[in-house]
């Protein structure tokens, strides 16, 4: 009963949060329903293409969810219930909410442009080139993270023999399945997007074919994988996001994420059933204490749990994501809200939905047993929930769910690594490379801008680099951080209300760089004993460049907050 009183608790405040705290928000900033979005006055076909609210619901929530809402909130789960409990609601309602809202906001009032354009406004240009490297810097740990989640998902292995059976396979292994289907939905994706871009066709018969496909992909692919080494899906997946990241978002970003993010709904409305059977048959026993202490093998609670549980609370890639392509397709203000606010607080429930899974086999989890990863974790506590016969096929069509929406956020955050990539060089007279002269025009060449940081990101990627995850998790909540340092900063310059955005600031700043700090003290003294190894080396060299860029650019923001509050006195 323990585990459903939960997830009512977060369900109730998250709606209140919602109603409430959002509603509040989008009157201070002036939303406004009749303002032309981008996406309308911007219209280019490629990247500004308005979507139906639902569709960029689905390409938003997917987008931002990946893996993240999963892992986070069961790793730290090590730390109790309760304390990530109340960081995921508290931070989902009052940090990521607010960051993700005010990003998309923002970048919708600068022609959808990123939140290097939003600096820059009232910052300075200097400030958007510091911000933009450091943006590119967190994209490769995003780009070379999931290269090798989604390698490591889709490989198949050798036998005991060291042989592979290579190609179309029946009797599937689980990562050959995954890798069927997921090569199914980009087919699907295609077919969507020319039945409602160009055939005509209406969002519901469209989506109801759409669903249709994805029931046929998994029938499939339980019957028949698609066997490839680890090596070379990791080629695959580079030359698929190079290509996803250039065409038109309605060929392939828009339907993917919008048919993807059913698998999510669905995968949540199973996890809530599973919590409703085990509170009134007792089928499990939710294990996880209230509390464990303050300091636990991930680390003391500040600020360790604060950068754990990342985008199950707060995290920058959503802002990315925001100002990088979810700005870009938006057809209304009024619907910023929904998708900006909205989704952050589904993500969050998604957490409490992790935090509860871990909890029904946290012993097995801790110990070490039956469970590889936090997505074993997640899978096999909402299986154990039901009965032996349901629990197979439900632990498979979870797994196959968090390695879709793995590969959802690489094609974003390639994406969005070429807007941001190109936004380096261009000066303020230039619209794209094309105005642009001399290397400048090579550099801000979307192809050129899009295989640099895949090449980069496969690369380290393909090293299956364990040290990436560990400053992936500082890197991405240091750019909320400063992220909502931004937003703050354009809002008072707009001299509207951005008080609520100071204490979640600063909050961010402290957390991280204090993380960023201890990393750096710990690969010090590796080094000094003698006792690194590469990764080690690697993880210095950026801990070290993003602190010294995120202390600039906190400095230039205290320096222009200041000047505000002068100009306001």
């Not at 705290?21 to 329903?33: M, N």
Request: hydrophobic share 55%; glycine share 10%; charged share 10%.
């Amino acid at each position: 009963m323990t585990a459903l009183l939960i997830i009512i608790a977060a369900i109730i405040l998250l709606v209140v949060g919602y109603v409430t705290y959002g509603s509040w928000l989008a009157k201070q900033w002036g939303v406004d329903p009749t303002k032309e979005t981008p996406a309308k006055t911007m219209e280019d076909g490629v990247d500004y293409v308005a979507a139906p609210p639902a569709v960029l619901m689905g390409h938003h929530f997917s987008s931002i969810a990946g893996a993240g809402p999963i892992n986070g909130p069961i790793q730290a789960a090590v730390f109790g219930w309760l304390p990530v409990f109340l960081w995921c609601i508290l931070g989902g309602i009052f940090f990521g909410g607010l960051q993700d809202y005010g990003s998309l906001f923002a970048s919708v009032r600068h022609g959808g442009k990123s939140v290097g354009e939003i600096i820059k406004d009232s910052m300075g240009d200097r400030a958007k080139k510091l911000f933009i490297i450091f943006a590119l810097l967190v994209l490769i740990l995003v780009i070379a993270s999931f290269v090798n989640v989604v390698a490591g998902t889709f490989m198949t292995k050798p036998d005991d023999a060291g042989n592979m059976v290579l190609g179309f396979v029946t009797n599937p292994t689980g990562n050959q399945t995954t890798a069927m289907i997921s090569a199914c939905f980009i087919l699907l994706a295609i077919l969507y997007g020319i039945l409602t871009n160009r055939v005509g066709m209406k969002t519901v018969p469209a989506t109801l074919i759409g669903i249709a496909g994805i029931v046929l992909s998994i029938i499939l692919g339980m019957n028949v994988g698609l066997a490839l080494s680890r090596t070379a899906w990791i080629i695959i997946i580079g030359a698929y996001i190079t290509v996803a990241s250039l065409i038109p978002v309605w060929i392939m970003l828009q339907p993917r994420d919008y048919l993807s993010s059913f698998l999510l709904y669905a995968m949540m409305g199973v996890a809530f059933v599973g919590i409703l059977v085990s509170a009134f048959t007792g089928s499990t026993t939710f294990q996880l204490p209230a509390f464990t202490g303050w300091t636990t093998k991930v680390g003391t609670l500040f600020p360790a749990l604060f950068i754990t549980v990342a985008c199950g609370a707060c995290s920058g890639f959503h802002s990315l994501i925001s100002t990088g392509t979810s700005s870009k397709q938006l057809d209304n203000e009024k619907n910023a809200k929904a998708i900006g606010y909205g989704s952050m607080l589904i993500e969050s429930a998604l957490g409490i939905i992790s935090l509860i899974a871990v909890g029904m086999v946290f012993s097995d989890y801790v110990a070490g047993e039956r469970f590889g990863s936090p997505s074993a974790a997640f899978a096999g506590g909402i299986a154990a929930m039901f009965s032996q016969d349901e629990s197979g096929a439900i632990y498979a069509l979870l797994t196959l769910a968090v390695s879709v929406f793995a590969l959802t956020s690489l094609d974003t955050g390639t994406r969005l690594s070429r807007f941001m990539f190109g936004e380096l060089f261009l000066k303020d007279n230039e619209a794209t490379y094309k105005d642009a002269t001399g290397i400048r025009k090579l550099l801000a060449h979307p192809l050129f801008g899009t295989t640099f940081m895949v090449v980069v990101g496969c690369v380290l990627g393909g090293l299956s680099l364990s040290q990436i995850w560990g400053l992936f998790g500082a890197a991405n909540q240091l750019l909320a951080g400063i992220a909502l340092m931004a937003v703050a900063a354009w809002l008072g310059q707009q001299q509207k209300n951005n008080k609520m955005f100071f204490f979640p600031m600063a909050f961010m700043l402290c957390a991280t760089l204090t993380s960023l700090v201890l990393t750096i003290i710990k690969k010090f003294a590796a080094i000094g004993a003698g006792e690194a190894m590469w990764g080690d080396y690697f993880q210095l060299i950026f801990a070290l460049a993003m602190a010294v860029l995120a202390v600039i650019l906190v400095i230039q923001g205290i320096q222009t907050f200041g000047k505000q509050s002068k100009k306001a006195a």
